[in-house]
């Protein structure tokens, strides 16, 4: 039998040949003291400008002023955060919120992917599609 051997996969330490952990199993929790787009921290030197909230059932989006106005000017996409580049055809635009969304980034973000999802007179980003609501069973 061979020796073990250390390998660092994802930030952890794994204890044989085969990486025990792939590097996109680790869920890294967001920061709350700066923007998720440019990273800029908060609070800045006795400011008082903090993140601005983007409303999402499903994930916590925090940005600063201009990132937030950007997001909500549709001039980025509301998923990667990337700039639209000039005469580009691949966005949908959210029926509900009018954020702006990459067309490749629809199928990252959304678990339930459909083809229907591509639809653009009907498309509802993932920050604002509902939570569905379980259904209970009658115990009798």
């Not at 635009?93 to 229907?116: I, K």
Request: glycine share 6%; net charge positive.
């Amino acid at each position: 039998m061979g020796d073990a051997i250390g390998k660092e996969v994802g930030g952890l330490i794994s204890e044989g040949v085969l990486p025990i952990v792939s590097s996109w199993s680790v869920i890294r929790s967001p920061s709350l003291s700066s923007c998720h787009r440019c990273g800029l921290g908060f609070p800045i030197n006795g400011s008082v400008d903090c993140l601005k909230t983007l409303e999402s059932q499903w994930r916590v989006v925090l940005l600063c002023r201009e990132c937030f106005a950007s997001v909500k000017s549709a001039e980025v996409c509301s998923y990667c955060f990337l700039w639209f580049p000039e005469l580009e055809k691949g966005f949908l635009d959210c029926n509900m919120c009018s954020r702006r969304v990459h067309r490749t980034c629809v199928s990252l973000h959304h678990r339930n992917f459909s083809h229907t999802l591509f639809d653009a007179d009907n498309f509802i980003c993932v920050d604002c599609r509902p939570i569905p609501k379980l259904r209970r069973r009658a115990y009798k």
